[in-house]
């Protein structure tokens, strides 16, 4: 029988040792600040797809309207193009991740970083990262239709479902970068390293949520601020409320791209048992769970 030593933590403490390895991240990012270009780039293309997207769904209500007869073939086709949209925009957001976890890999193994050759090789990885997209793509429209189907208790369990997935597929896009493998192998990769070196402080590492919740505040309060000036300073009013508007997308690239950084630390040490520069030994394998034979 396997026995499991598991580290019994606070959330307090969870937090504070995910903020500190974040902290760690942050100074890989701030050497390395065009990596951010590639979550903005990944960003203006689904902003793009979904413009595109869009239009003719509008205009199809509107001809659904007009034309009632037409209603049902058009749900038909608007399934399958909501299936499409889920996989052209999954695609887009993995195959920018994954040359962000290309650059961050060069980094951590000492290569120099380039932008071009990060999305050139993540070009040549088009194949996985399609075959991962349609794969996620029919995970998000499986759990979509419970979820409608099924009311309250449906939609509780497909959250869970949701996280359950999430877990499992947590290091799926630095196995697909770093090994090539497909997407069914990468899934099947990422669990078994799920599997050997983590337990529940899983969710130590998964508080980038909580995280953006406490550094949004500052935008928060500064957007209330700047609607209680409206009377009295109109124009600083909308600079500052417009710049808190800003913030919150702003802090969500920084945090993504920490995230990526994270994701492949820790895949390297799931894989490797590699210690990377700059990240303190402690602080990883107390976000590890040790598994004994």
Partial sequence: MGMIQRTQAT???????????????????????????LPIASSACLLILTATWAIPVVLGSFIDAAWPDAVRQ????????????????????????AALAICVLRKLEGRPVSMLAALREAVTLLPQILGWAVLSATVGVILRAIERRSGFIGGVVTSMLGLAWTVVTFLVVPVLVAERKGPLDAVRESAQLLRRTWG???????????????WAIPGVLAFVIGAAMIASH??????????AILYFPLLGLVLSTLSTIFDVVLYRYAKLGTITPGFDRDLLESSFVTKRA
Avoid at 16 to 35: C, N
Avoid at 82 to 95: A, D, E, H, P, R
Avoid at 200 to 214: I, K, N, Q, T, W
Wanted: charged share 10%; no cysteine; hydrophobic share 60%.
């Fill in 74 to 97: 058009s749900e038909s086709l608007s399934s399958v193009g909501v299936f499409l949209f889920y996989v052209v925009s999954y695609g887009i957001g993995i195959f920018f991740n």
């Fill in 234 to 243: 109109l124009v600083i009013a909308i600079i500052v409320m417009v710049l």
């Fill in 11 to 37: 959330w307090t403490q969870r937090v504070a040792r995910t903020q500190a390895i974040m902290s760690a991240a942050w100074q890989l990012l701030k050497e390395q600040k065009q990596l951010l270009l």
């Fill in 200 to 214: 529940e402080d899983l969710l130590a590492g998964m508080g980038f949520g909580a995280l953006y919740f406490l």
